[in-house]
Nanobody, 118 residues
Framework: QVQLVESGGGLVQAGGSLRLSCAAS???????????MGWYRQAPGNQRELAAL???????NYADSVKGRFTISRDNAKNTVYLQMNSLKPEDTAVYYC?????????WGQGTQVTVSS
């Protein structure tokens, strides 16, 4: 079992920044054992979509809408994955969910709300 706990969401003005954190715990020794970890987001009335992903090998993948503004990173010692979000736009408003692929099974966090005001 893997537990994922997000933090760092909140209300920010357009052009501002936020950093989300996802702490992993449970029957894992290190997030380096994860095949991949990432951040998905879901705005009201929309489907959940990928924002950013990082593989065990360190390869990153971003949605076109966040490229150049968001950066995903991880700290294996802290079992934590981060999403640095800069130049935020109102259309970034969504619930952001942490995701982990561990032994080919997907795990989700409870989500954290990000609201960007214009």
């Amino acid at each position: 079992q893997v537990q994922l706990v997000e933090s760092g969401g909140g209300l920010v003005q357009a052009g501002g920044s936020l950093r989300l954190s996802c702490a992993a715990s449970g029957s894992i020794f290190s997030i380096n054992a994860m095949n991949a970890m990432g951040w998905y987001r879901q705005a009201p009335g929309n489907q959940r979509e990928l924002a950013a992903l990082i593989t065990r090998g360190g390869i990153t993948n971003y949605a076109d809408s966040v490229k150049g503004r968001f950066t995903i990173s991880r700290d294996n010692a802290k079992n934590t994955v981060y999403l640095q979000m800069n130049s935020l736009k109102p259309e970034d408003t969504a619930v952001y969910y942490c995701y982990a692929d561990y032994t080919s099974r997907g795990y989700w966090g409870q989500g954290t709300q990000v609201t960007v005001s214009s």
